[in-house]
């Protein structure tokens, strides 16, 4: 075994720290594990999780997390065993936190947490925004030279872990959402989008919030954006649940 990563971003960020074609799926690494270890006929025997996993690379992504059990998740650290003993390598995407801490408790040296890094602010960025925006957006040359001054500010700061946080408050078609999407153009290549609007009933204080961590949440959309421009859409026109 040569190294457990532990990949949080998207799935394009994900792939690329898979260099070896030969794969085996956490799922399958699973069901494979389970089955071996709860045959009462025939014991476990190692050299079958030898030849299955030599010389590969075992993956996971976002959505093999979904498919196991919760006490799977909480024992993961203890089922990975043999692969980090036969494997090449461990590739997980956005694994749940409590995996996170498992590998790095029982495997310290071998575990390293690799972040993708969104392209921050550059003054040209800002530039080419105040030069288009006007091509897109008629009539609102307040908020242009607000906006102007806030992102300016924002490119200025030296700490850009706390997000930039915009309201664009309007009646419908002043071009709220336009100036969004022309932000995720400039600055992300596209725009991360949740319609709030949707979310009108009780599961979605599930989505919104978390339930259990084989559901689809707010927080796993985050995880796996390709942008890190978020437009939460109609944000006033959320159910009352969420209010």
């Known amino acids: 075994m040569r190294k457990i990563k532990l990949v949080i971003g998207p799935r394009s960020f994900f792939d690329k720290q898979i260099t070896m074609p030969d794969l085996i799926a956490l799922e399958t690494y699973v069901t494979f594990y389970d089955q071996t270890n709860h045959n009462v006929i025939e014991a476990a025997d190692e050299d079958k999780f030898r030849q299955k996993l030599s010389g590969k690379t075992l993956y996971g992504t976002s959505e093999s997390f979904a498919a196991i059990t919760q006490s799977g998740i909480e024992t993961l650290s203890e089922s990975l065993r043999l692969a980090v003993e036969f494997a090449e390598n461990i590739v ?33 960025d800002i530039k080419e925004f105040y030069e288009k925006f006007p091509e897109n957006i008629y009539s609102q040359r307040n908020a242009l030279q607000t906006l102007f001054t806030v992102l300016t500010e924002y490119q200025h700061r030296s700490n850009h872990h706390i997000p930039l946080v915009l309201m664009f408050y309007g009646p419908s078609g002043v071009g709220k959402t336009e100036a969004a999407n022309l932000l995720g153009e400039i600055l992300s290549g596209t725009l991360s989008r949740q319609q709030l609007s949707m979310f009108q009933n009780p599961s979605a204080a599930d989505y ?15 995880a796996n954006r390709e942008s890190n421009v978020i437009l939460l859409d109609e944000f006033d026109k959320l159910g009352n649940l969420i209010k």
């Open 208 to 222: 919104l919030f978390g339930a259990e961590h084989s559901q689809r949440s707010f927080a796993w959309d985050l």
């Open 92 to 124: 997980l995407q956005n694994p749940p936190r409590v995996v996170v801490h498992q590998l790095m408790a029982s495997y310290p040296d071998k575990t390293e947490v690799l972040k993708n890094k969104f392209l921050e602010i550059s003054k040209d």
